[in-house]
């Protein structure tokens, strides 16, 4: 489940495998989802993005799914490296919102080499 | 193509003090976000702007808080009196065109003692 503060959730991968970060968004109307990885020190980086007419999006290494009914985003890391390693953050953005990014509350991946 | 840039990286100053924090973002984008992130948490969208006009500002504590983009280009965020729970990385972001991808800058991390 989700973790509030400082408490991120945490995933474990070693090097080589796959990595599935899982994210569950609040609102029914929203039509559009990206994923961001932050680095320490860093802003959010645009990692892969999809809209809500798709449910499965491909990018280099990385697979994004949607699924509507349950509300639910998913990424797919394949042969997830140690520069892979970071908070990785859903956003959602309402349908007539004016491009509105809301934010989750983040998921840590740790690759261990 | 040159990112988001943002100003001062650090900043530390102490309770009931002024900051101002600057943004210049990705040439030609009409959308321009300020976000707060707090430790452990997502960004929160603060403002929004569409070229030099507000779109929302709902989250934005107004009593303290203030933000403008006169020239519908670069962009300054003040907080006067700064709270310690203003405490945070500030991000600047631009887009392009509403409901496309957000770009970040690095962000300027505020420490108030």
């Known amino acids: 489940g989700e973790s509030v503060g400082l408490h991120l959730p945490t995933l474990s991968v070693q090097e080589g495998d796959n990595s599935i970060i899982n994210c569950a968004y609040s609102?029914?109307?929203?039509?559009?989802f990206i994923w961001y990885k932050q680095e320490s020190g860093k802003g959010p980086q645009f990692i892969i993005d999809?809209?809500?007419?798709?449910d499965k999006r491909q990018g280099q290494r990385v697979t994004v799914l949607l699924n509507k009914t349950v509300k639910h985003l998913s990424l797919q890391i394949a042969a997830t490296q140690p520069g892979d390693s970071a908070v990785y953050f859903c956003?959602?953005?309402?349908?007539?919102?004016?491009?509105?990014?809301?934010f989750g509350k983040g998921t840590k991946l740790s690759v261990k080499p | 193509e040159a990112g988001v840039a943002q100003s001062p990286r650090y900043k530390i100053i102490e309770k009931r003090q002024s900051v101002a924090f600057w943004c210049n973002p990705i040439?030609?984008?009409?959308?321009l976000y300020w976000y707060q992130q707090i430790l452990g948490q997502g960004p929160k969208l603060l403002i929004q702007?569409?070229?030099?006009?507000?779109?929302?500002d709902s989250q934005l504590p107004k009593d303290r808080f203030s933000a403008e983009r006169l020239k519908g280009v670069d962009s300054t965020l003040k907080i006067q009196p700064a709270k310690l729970e203003d405490s945070a990385v500030y991000l600047c972001?631009?887009?392009?065109?509403?409901?496309?991808?957000?770009?970040f800058g690095q962000g300027t991390r505020l420490t108030v003692v």
């Open positions: 609102n029914s109307a929203s039509d559009y």
């Open positions: 702007f569409q070229n030099n006009g507000v779109v929302d």
């Open positions: 956003a959602e953005n309402p349908r007539g919102s004016q491009g509105n990014l809301i």
């Open positions: 040439s030609g984008h009409a959308t």
């Open positions: 972001a631009s887009s392009g065109t509403l409901n496309t991808e957000a770009f």
């Open positions: 999809i809209r809500s007419n798709m």
